[in-house]
């Protein structure tokens, strides 16, 4: 069975400061993997995903993740946080299970941005 | 650009009460799913359709119902609604497992 972890429920970081963002997953067969952002009051926005290729994906607003299968990690990353990232990040696993695409969520991370 | 669309966005419901979340999607998408949103839960999987007239449970369908009589609309129907269905309802719909494109969200209260 799919499921996902983010190590962390709350992340700060300082203005400027490196953002990472830790998921973990499980599935049985090559999965789709994908990382979303809620901002306040609002619905889930796609940052960034990644299906089949390269490995290191890049999204909007500056933000990077990296497949690694032998870690079973999709990580999310990004060089220099700014108060606009402040948001609750999920990640998310899609793959073929008993013939139909679910998508599994994570826990998700509220990100703070300190100044 | 309407893509997916969710009334009402907010209700309060009594307890026992029933009602029917609407969902609409204009990209021809064959998937559509509900979930639940609820504080440190993240989104749990209510119900998903891969076509009209095909629905299957997710993790958590006990008190929900759907269906889907064309491509466009999945409505999500609470019966006899209890105080642990507060929570924000999210529709979402994608193509063949691609990514996943959300509604506003319906917040639902029930008192």
């Known amino acids: 069975a799919q499921s996902v972890t983010q190590l962390g429920s709350h992340v700060s970081v300082s203005e400027g400061a490196l953002v990472l963002l830790r998921c973990n997953y499980s599935?049985?067969?090559?999965?789709?993997l994908f990382w979303y952002v809620q901002y306040p009051n609002q619905g889930l926005q796609l940052l960034l995903k990644y299906t089949t290729g390269a490995t290191l994906v890049k999204g909007i607003n500056g933000f990077e993740a990296e497949f690694k299968k032998s870690e079973t990690s999709f990580h999310l990353t990004k060089p220099s946080a700014h108060m606009s990232d402040a948001a609750e990040y999920f990640c998310?696993?899609?793959?073929?299970?008993?013939?139909?695409?679910?998508?599994?969520f994570g826990t998700g991370t509220r990100l703070k941005v300190l100044a | 650009n309407a893509g997916v669309t969710q009334t009402p966005k907010f209700r309060i419901l009594k307890i026992g009460q029933s009602m029917t979340l609407q969902c609409t999607q204009d990209m021809n998408h064959n998937y559509m799913y509900w979930y639940r949103q609820d504080p440190g839960m993240g989104l749990k999987l209510i119900y998903y359709?891969?076509?009209?007239?095909?629905?299957d449970k997710g993790e958590v369908p006990n008190g929900y119902n759907v269906s889907r009589s064309t491509t466009e609309d999945f409505p999500l129907r609470l019966e006899l609604a209890a105080p642990s269905q507060t929570s924000v309802y999210f529709c979402?719909?994608?193509?063949?497992?691609?990514?996943?494109?959300f509604g506003e969200g319906s917040r639902l209260t029930v008192l």
């Open positions: 359709s891969v076509g009209a007239g095909i629905t």
């Open positions: 599935s049985s067969v090559p999965p789709y």
């Open positions: 979402a719909s994608s193509q063949t497992g691609r990514e996943l494109f």
């Open positions: 998310a696993v899609s793959d073929l299970t008993s013939g139909t695409y679910k998508y599994i």
